[in-house]
């Protein structure tokens, strides 16, 4: 079994190799030689030097799925995402996703804005217990739970606060599980230790049972504001006249709500650490807000004037992708940036690495926002920047995850401003998601009466 890794640098290549020799591959790294090798020491792996990227040569695998499927890498993440979008290839998703893709079209996402601008501001509400004490809190607990109670009212309505917290402790339970078995050697063996490894099969079925018994109440009466499940349920396919089977769209439901929200919870994690690494940054982002906003609640109509906050959360997402790994098998042999790839070999692709890459990065390690401005951003190859990937396989809720990373900034940034706390170490975890490994405690100030300018 050959693999090709994008790139390569320190903990990259080494949780990849790891993960792949504790599956029994034989691997070959073709990567940048120095970092790597240090990483390597005492692996079993033939590290070979070169770089394997040149402009667009990611393309046929990132963007193609008539060349490469996603089946055989995307098992180790079933118990999150099923038999749904995330997982399935060739006619099956063509067809999912065709009925899927008006559920997210931009001005019915508008309708969306309302639920997060809410359920952000009883958040902020909630801190001011924190800011009046000058108490941390863990900024990517905080930045979780927000996530993912808007990705259950998006997708399935209003909730209860029991609910809330049932599903809450369902998705975490399985996240974390899943997120285990990825790197273990033996994922198998784990299933039968210990009471935590119980608790995911029991967490699943809470969740199934969860979904299936919303998704009753909306067949049964339409919800008086339509929801991302509600809208997939009433989308006939235009060729045939069918929608999904009950058991497909429930299975849609799990995959949306996992996908919907441990991503943008930790982009917002990383952006609120590198703000407060870079005051000017926060400077400037706070003479856009009053400039647009002022103190009034943004509103999704606002996101074309907030191009300064468009462009940190681009630049959040070039060094901290929260999806910083992802594989594709080539259905025959193939070839890929010169090199070639027996069929059914597994192919890494890695945004965090590519974003990084200094040949198409200046400074690549700089936090810089304005490098995404339209003439810097000139000339760029396309496949130089992918966090949401690229084609036909792209993210099908990247544009829900942009407006709300983008109205969230705004509305915690218009009441506080958080500060790191003194000493923490905050260091990358790659897992499923790039998050930051022990949470990132950090203090609300508040912002009354700061001087402007
Ligand atoms: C910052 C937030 C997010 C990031 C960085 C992200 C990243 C990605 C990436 C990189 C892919 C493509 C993976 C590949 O090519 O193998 C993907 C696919 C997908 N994402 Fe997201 N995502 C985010 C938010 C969301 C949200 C909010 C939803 C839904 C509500 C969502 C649902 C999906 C689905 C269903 C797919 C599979 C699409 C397909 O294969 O046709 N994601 N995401």
Redesign the pocket.
Known sequence: MRVLVTGGTGFVGANIVRALLADGYGVRVLARPTSNRKALTGCPVEVVAGDVLDRDSLRPA?AGCRLYC?GPPAARVRPMFGE???TIDGER?QHR?RL?LPA?HPQRLLALGPIITETTAAMLDRWERFAGRSQPLDVLSEMTDLTRLI?VR??LGDVTPEEARAVGRALDSVFERTDERLWSALPWVRHFLGPRSRQSPRALRALDAFVRGKIDDSRRRSPAAPN?ASTLLDTPDPGTGHGMSHAELCNEVK??LF???T??AS?LAWGWYLLSLHPWVERRLQQEIRAVVGQRPPAAEDLPALGYTRMLVEEV?RLY???WL???APLADAELAGYRIPANAIVL?S?YVTHRHPAFWEEPEKFDPERFTVERSAGRPRFAY????RG???????G???M??QLVLVMVAQRYRLTLVPGCRVEPDPGIVLRPRHGVPMIPVPNHGRESG
């Open positions: 990132v996603k749904s979008l995330t998703w996703r899927m997210f990705i998006a997708v991302l995959a949306l996908a919907g929200h991503t943008t982009a997402l992708p929260p999806t992802t594989a594709r692709l945004p992918f966090p949401f990937g036909p396989r792209a993210c099908i809720g990247s829900l995850a942009l709300e990373m």
